[in-house]
Every structure is written in C-alpha cells, then in structure tokens.
C-alpha cells in the first residue's frame, strides 16, 4: 500500500446526453471566447494549465506541459495552439465516448503528435484519429513545437467500445472489490473484481494493475496468465473478470484471468502509473513491512554486477543507512548494457521469490544527470560534475574573453516561476516566484560550435551537456556536445534582461554571470573606471573591459553611463539554512510514510563566504561591459544581442518589458 498526495483534484462532473461534433477552435479570438480562454496580447501566450479544464458541449480539454507550457500563442494577431516536447491536450467525456477527431495544423512543420489510445494518422496538415474511449490524449513527440490552429472531436451516446457497462455478476464467484481485500481471501479463491483498476505495466503473462481508495492509498497486484489483451499504461480495466488468488513462491498473484475487457478511458494523471523514484532507498524496497510486492520502481545511481546466464544479477545502491544490495533476475529478457562501468538508472517490477524480495527490470540506462538551471544555481554541485541542462536555454550574449581567449556564450532559463520538487516522491510538489538563472557555456577550442551556438536564439532542452564548475559564483558548464536549437517564430522568444539603476538609490544584487543593462556615474579611481551610484548611495562596482566592450574609450569621471554588461561575482553569497535538522530527519523517512510535514524550500548549500548584508556588499561584484554608452539615460538599442526585453522596478513592481508592450512578472499586461 502507498499514497498518493496529488496535487490534481479528479471530479467527476455529470452532463446530459450528446451527439455529434464538438470543435476547439484555436485560430480566432472568438474561437476562444466560446472555449471561455482568454486571448492573449501579441507575443504573449495564454498557458492552458493556468486556466484549468475547458468543457465545450460535453466535451473537457485538460492539458498538461512539455518542456515549455502547453498554450495558445499570439504571434502578431494569428492565434495557435502550441504543443512543446513530452506536453499534451487530453479530451475526455464523462457520458459516451469520443469515437473520432480531426486535428488541424497551423503549420506542417514538427507537426508530429502521438495518441495514448487508438489510431492516428497524419498527412499533410491534418491528424485523424479513430477509435472509441471516454478519453484520448494528443501529446507531442520530438524536440520542437507543434502548432494547431483546430481540433474537432466526434461524439458517441455510446460507451466506448469493450467497457463501460456495467458487469454481469457471476453468483459462483466471490465478489472482490478492491485489491486491498485480496490479501484477505483463502488461498485459491475464485473471484470476481467487482471494481475498476488500471494498469501499471504489461509484459507477455504478466498484467501488473493498481487501485486507488477513497483515502488516496495506491494498492498494487499481479495478474498472472493468459489475458488476451494488450493495454496501455494507465488505461482503465472495467469491473467484471474473474480469476483466483494464488501465491507463488511467497509472491501473491491474481491467476486464471477471464473476462477481461478492453480500456474503458485512461486515467487523468501519468503521475499515477509512473514508477516510484527509490533512490537512495535501496533498502526499503526488500522491507517486507514496506509492501512493495508488484510495485514498479526505480532508481539512479546504482551499480550493476555478478550478472550470470540465467538472468540473476545484483544492484548496489544507496539505502537509507548507507549502501546496500538487491537481486535482480531479468524475468522479461531485457538487454543488459555492454560495459557495466559506472553508474545506471534501472527500473522494474518488485517481485518475490523464496524469502527474497527481486526487481525484474523493465529498461536499464546509463545514468546522466540531468537537472533544471534553478536547481543547479539552488543547490550546487561540485566542480567537474557531468550534466545535462533540461531547460530551453535562451541566448543572450556570445563573447570572446580578450585576455583569456575563453569562448562564451550566456544563455538564461528565462524563468519566473519553478517548480520546486523536492518532494516530490512524497507528492508534494509547487511553483515559487523566481528570478531567471543565468550560466556561461564554455567552447572554447571549439571555434565552429562557438559560433554556430552564438547565431542561436534558443537552445532545445536535454542538448546542452558537459562538465558544470563553480555554481555558486558564476555557473560555467564546459560543453562537450553539440546543442540543438529550439526554433520559435522571430521576436516571440527573446532573453529577459534586467536593468539595474545605480543612481536610483536600490541595492543591485544580480546574479553571476548575468547579462543585464547598468545605469550609473563613472568615476575613476586610481586611473581605472568604476560604475557608481553617485549622490544616490555607496555602491560602487568595478568594471573589467575584458571583453573589449564597444564605447570603452568614452569613458570619462563624472559621465553619466549605460552599459550592457556580464556579472561577476567574487565569492558565493552567505546564507543560513534554517531548516537544515527538520530536512535531514525527513530524508530519513522512506517515500513510502503516509505523512510527512511539508518543509519550506531549502536554501542553497553554500561555505560562509561574502555576506550580502554588509554596507560594502557591492565589492563582491565586477562588471564586464559589452557596450559602453556615454550620456545615455534610457535602455539603449544595441544591448544585450537587440533584445527589447528587460526588468525594471517602477513603484515596488516588477516590470518586464517587450518592446512597447509591458507585463508583470506572472505575464498579465499593464498600463
């Protein structure tokens, strides 16, 4: 038994009969206007996950995000609906089924999408889908972008074909109804599930299935024999088969299975069939008082070995009290890696034989670390680390170090808000207001991939990898792959760059390696330039011309300056973690505890180095201008790489500004 904390609420919402098309139209402001979504400004977009479920005529449309959020976009008054890499738009009814649809594209290009149930083919600009179910989901494959501009569906008064009607009681059988009271039965029982469940995972005569209670807990079991049926993750197995309760080996299964039907629908959220991320809990999978019995785990990390020709093998990994083992056995002939060096991600099915708990592994892959920006700025990690940046990576600003002959390109994650998972095994899981995190990819030796990357406006997420150094000052990741670019529609995607004003009399506290515009007073100390505030305050900042910016030789005492620069700082920042004992107690807890208290976010796990309280705080920066503009009291057209994007504060609010148009930071326009 587990439990879920979601944080998607299902309901199940009553509505008459109905027949016939129902069309999403995403290409008009009245197409939106009946969908109740509202229009977003141009080069803005309207995210669909903000605006909740949408019912047209019976029909709802949820949506869920890929590695940008799944919205309808304005690009200079033409409306779509754009679908990134892994994001989705599922149609569902709650009477009847949808039995067709037709997709429409805005564009043919990367116009690639899959469905979780039935058929789809695609030619040209159109997608058709045929099937029957009370619910289908169209998600994106690939890296790019999928534009829509409609979506019609065809409704059936119908149930979907196969399920959907309520079962014929067999009076011989027993009639179960939860997975729960299985373990209650006698050995060899005969039964019939009364109740529906969904499936975790299908291999040949293995149908593991799961059920949620009215409580939330998740019980799991082992549908052993010959089915008959080929299902679908998450797809939802009506009530009415029957089978008898065995267990083999000390393993409880669900055998002779008959009766079963096709998916009725598929449940709402992937989250539930998704295996349980177990590392660092090795231990707690083989607890007996764990019940992990037919549960689908995985883990990072973890080493393989003592593999022999029967399929025996073993994992080595970290348990709660340190490093530990569990057998494995390949029950479904997966292969298994050609060189065992280093460390994988394996996942696989908990199973059971003579006293031993065992994982049959369902896929085995190397183990990279793959990880947000926000996280790697958050936390840490040590110098020479590999990584992989799961971000879409905006290009600010390519640059040659004229002392160093380093090659650089800033990029930013643009982001506003995160998504902060630290727990999310547990299910908890939430978005936080954020500043966008900025790092420098180093290609140096590397002229050609330097300037392909420079000519780049955003980088596909997953693509950018290499050794990561000093995330605590100014994030560096020494690229040892050839980034992907992300193509976007010209303006709609541009760096968010923040102007800070010295002379303003507000602290000034960027990020390393942020590329941002300065306004401030020249004044030259000991023959060399620094950017102050003037009358204003103290600061002061240094400037490095090591990037032999444009406009350098205008520099003079007294001038009034605006430049767009790079950031450096010159030691991490100093920052007490309060919540340091309540973290370490709770990750003593397996994921597996029915509570746990909800901790607020961590801080970032830095040594005591620069206070940022101290009145001389400033000197723990230096400026590297790019473009040095003398006399200049507005942001200025030849910033950073001809953005017209940047922040300013105007009456204690943020102001991200896009040309002439101008938002906070939750992307809603203002005056």
Same mark, same amino acid.
């Given at each position: $038994?587990?439990? !879920?904390?979601?944080?998607? $609420?299902?309901?199940?919402?009553? $509505?008459?009969?109905?027949?016939?098309?129902?069309? !999403?139209?995403?290409?008009?402001?009245?197409?939106?206007?009946?969908?109740?979504?509202?229009?977003?400004?141009?080069?803005? @977009?309207?995210?669909?996950?903000?605006? @909740?479920?949408?019912?047209?005529?019976?029909?709802?449309?949820?949506?869920?995000?890929?590695?940008?959020?799944?919205?309808?976009?304005?690009?200079?008054?033409?409306?779509?609906?754009?679908?990134?890499?892994?994001?989705?738009?599922?149609?569902?009814?709650?009477?009847?089924?949808?039995?067709?649809?037709?997709?429409?594209?805005?564009?043919?290009?990367?116009?690639?999408?899959?469905?979780?149930?039935?058929?789809?083919?695609?030619?040209?600009?159109?997608?058709?889908?045929? @099937?029957?179910?009370?619910?289908?989901?169209?998600?994106?494959?690939?890296?790019?972008?999928?534009?829509?501009?409609?979506?019609?569906?065809?409704?059936?008064?119908?149930?979907?074909?196969?399920?959907?009607?309520?079962?014929?009681?067999?009076?011989?059988?027993?009639?179960?109804?939860?997975?729960?009271?299985?373990?209650?039965?006698?050995?060899?029982?005969?039964?019939? !599930?009364?109740?529906?469940?969904?499936?975790?995972?299908?291999?040949?005569?293995?149908?593991?299935?799961?059920?949620?209670?009215?409580?939330?807990?998740?019980?799991?079991?082992?549908?052993?024999?010959?089915?008959?049926?080929?299902?679908?993750?998450?797809?939802?197995? %009506?009530?009415?088969?029957?089978?008898?309760?065995?267990?083999?080996?000390?393993? +409880?299964?669900?055998?002779?299975?008959?009766?079963?039907?096709?998916?009725?629908?598929?449940?709402?959220? %992937?989250?539930?069939?998704?295996? !349980?991320?177990?590392?660092?809990? +090795?231990d707690d999978v083989s607890d007996p008082e764990q019940m992990w019995d037919n549960f689908k785990v995985i883990m990072s990390g973890v080493k393989l070995s003592d593999i022999d020709q029967s399929g025996n093998f073993t994992i080595t990994g970290e348990g709660s009290e340190g490093e530990t083992t569990l057998a494995g056995f390949n029950k479904f002939n997966i292969d298994y890696p050609e060189n065992l060096e280093g460390t994988f991600v394996v996942e696989g099915m908990v199973s059971y034989y003579k006293n031993d708990y065992q994982l049959y592994p369902i896929n085995i892959e190397p183990y990279e670390l793959t990880t947000k920006l926000w996280k790697l700025a958050y936390y840490g990690e040590e110098d020479g680390t590999q990584v992989t940046l799961n971000d879409s990576l905006f290009v600010a600003q390519p640059i040659e170090d004229i002392n160093t002959g380093a090659k650089l390109v800033y990029v930013t994650d643009n982001a506003l808000s995160i998504l902060y998972d630290e727990f999310a095994d547990w299910g908890y899981v939430w978005y936080e207001d954020w500043w966008p995190d900025w790092i420098a990819l180093d290609f140096t030796g590397q002229d050609a991939l330097y300037k392909k990357v420079s000519e780049m406006g955003v980088i596909a997420p997953g693509t950018v990898? @290499?050794?990561?150094?000093?995330?605590?000052?100014?994030?560096?990741?020494?690229?040892?792959?050839?980034?992907?670019?992300?193509?976007?529609?010209?303006?709609?995607?541009?760096?968010?760059?923040?102007?800070?004003?010295?002379?303003?009399?507000?602290?000034?506290?960027?990020?390393?390696?942020?590329?941002?515009?300065?306004?401030?007073?020249?004044?030259?100390?000991?023959?060399?330039?620094?950017?102050?505030?003037?009358?204003?305050?103290?600061?002061?900042?240094?400037?490095?011309?090591?990037?032999?910016?444009?406009?350098?030789?205008?520099?003079?005492?007294?001038?009034?300056? +605006?430049?767009?620069?790079?950031?450096?700082?010159?030691?991490?920042?100093?920052?007490?973690?309060?919540?340091?004992?309540?973290?370490?107690?709770?990750?003593?807890?397996?994921?597996?505890?029915?509570?746990?208290?909800?901790?607020?976010?961590?801080?970032?796990?830095?040594?005591?180095?620069?206070?940022?309280?101290?009145?001389?705080?400033?000197?723990?920066?230096?400026?590297?201008?790019?473009?040095?503009?003398?006399?200049?009291?507005?942001?200025?057209?030849?910033?950073?790489?001809?953005?017209?994007?940047?922040?300013?504060?105007?009456?204690?609010?943020?102001?991200?500004?896009?040309?002439?148009?101008?938002?906070?930071? $939750?992307?809603?326009?203002?005056?």
């Amino acid at each position: $038994m587990k439990k !879920f904390y979601s944080l998607v $609420m299902l309901a199940v919402v009553a $509505m008459s009969a109905w027949a016939g098309t129902v069309t !999403f139209d995403f290409s008009s402001s009245a197409g939106l206007a009946a969908m109740g979504v509202p229009a977003p400004v141009a080069s803005q @977009g309207t995210n669909l996950t903000d605006v @909740g479920a949408v019912t047209v005529d019976g029909v709802t449309l949820t949506a869920t995000n890929g590695a940008t959020e799944t919205r309808v976009w304005n690009s200079q008054g033409n409306y779509t609906l754009r679908i990134y890499a892994d994001g989705s738009v599922k149609f569902s009814v709650a009477k009847g089924s949808i039995v067709g649809a037709t997709i429409n594209a805005a564009t043919t290009s990367n116009f690639e999408l899959k469905a979780n149930v039935g058929k789809l083919t695609t030619s040209g600009d159109v997608a058709t889908w045929s @099937g029957s179910a009370a619910s289908v989901a169209f998600s994106k494959t690939g890296t790019k972008n999928a534009q829509i501009s409609s979506i019609v569906l065809t409704t059936s008064d119908d149930d979907p074909q196969g399920g959907g009607s309520d079962p014929v009681v067999d009076p011989t059988k027993f009639q179960l109804d939860s997975l729960c009271n299985l373990y209650l039965l006698d050995e060899g029982k005969e039964f019939q !599930f009364a109740t529906e469940c969904f499936v975790n995972y299908q291999n040949g005569k293995y149908l593991y299935v799961m059920q949620l209670d009215e409580e939330g807990y998740v019980w799991s079991g082992l549908i052993y024999g010959d089915t008959d049926k080929e299902y679908e993750l998450g797809d939802i197995i %009506p009530a009415g088969w029957t089978a008898k309760k065995q267990t083999y080996n000390g393993l +409880l299964e669900m055998t002779n299975p008959a009766g079963l039907q096709n998916a009725v629908s598929n449940v709402d959220d %992937p989250y539930l069939y998704e295996a !349980f991320d177990m590392t660092g809990y +090795l231990d707690d999978v083989s607890d007996p008082e764990q019940m992990w019995d037919n549960f689908k785990v995985i883990m990072s990390g973890v080493k393989l070995s003592d593999i022999d020709q029967s399929g025996n093998f073993t994992i080595t990994g970290e348990g709660s009290e340190g490093e530990t083992t569990l057998a494995g056995f390949n029950k479904f002939n997966i292969d298994y890696p050609e060189n065992l060096e280093g460390t994988f991600v394996v996942e696989g099915m908990v199973s059971y034989y003579k006293n031993d708990y065992q994982l049959y592994p369902i896929n085995i892959e190397p183990y990279e670390l793959t990880t947000k920006l926000w996280k790697l700025a958050y936390y840490g990690e040590e110098d020479g680390t590999q990584v992989t940046l799961n971000d879409s990576l905006f290009v600010a600003q390519p640059i040659e170090d004229i002392n160093t002959g380093a090659k650089l390109v800033y990029v930013t994650d643009n982001a506003l808000s995160i998504l902060y998972d630290e727990f999310a095994d547990w299910g908890y899981v939430w978005y936080e207001d954020w500043w966008p995190d900025w790092i420098a990819l180093d290609f140096t030796g590397q002229d050609a991939l330097y300037k392909k990357v420079s000519e780049m406006g955003v980088i596909a997420p997953g693509t950018v990898k @290499g050794a990561i150094y000093d995330t605590n000052c100014n994030m560096r990741l020494v690229v040892n792959s050839e980034p992907e670019e992300l193509p976007v529609a010209e303006g709609e995607e541009v760096p968010i760059v923040f102007e800070y004003d010295l002379t303003a009399g507000e602290g000034v506290f960027p990020y390393g390696n942020e590329v941002g515009v300065f306004k401030g007073i020249c004044k030259m100390v000991d023959g060399k330039p620094m950017l102050t505030a003037g009358e204003a305050g103290p600061e002061q900042l240094a400037l490095d011309m090591c990037y032999n910016p444009e406009g350098k030789e205008d520099l003079a005492d007294g001038a009034e300056v +605006l430049l767009s620069a790079v950031v450096k700082m010159g030691e991490p920042w100093v920052v007490e973690d309060d919540y340091a004992p309540a973290k370490a107690q709770a990750k003593k807890e397996a994921p597996s505890k029915q509570k746990v208290c909800q901790l607020p976010a961590s801080v970032k796990k830095v040594a005591v180095k620069f206070d940022p309280y101290a009145e001389d705080y400033y000197t723990n920066y230096t400026l590297c201008p790019i473009v040095i503009e003398v006399g200049k009291t507005g942001v200025s057209d030849l910033t950073v790489k001809e953005a017209k994007t940047y922040k300013t504060i105007e009456e204690g609010q943020v102001i991200i500004v896009k040309g002439n148009n101008r938002y906070n930071v $939750m992307g809603q326009p203002v005056k």
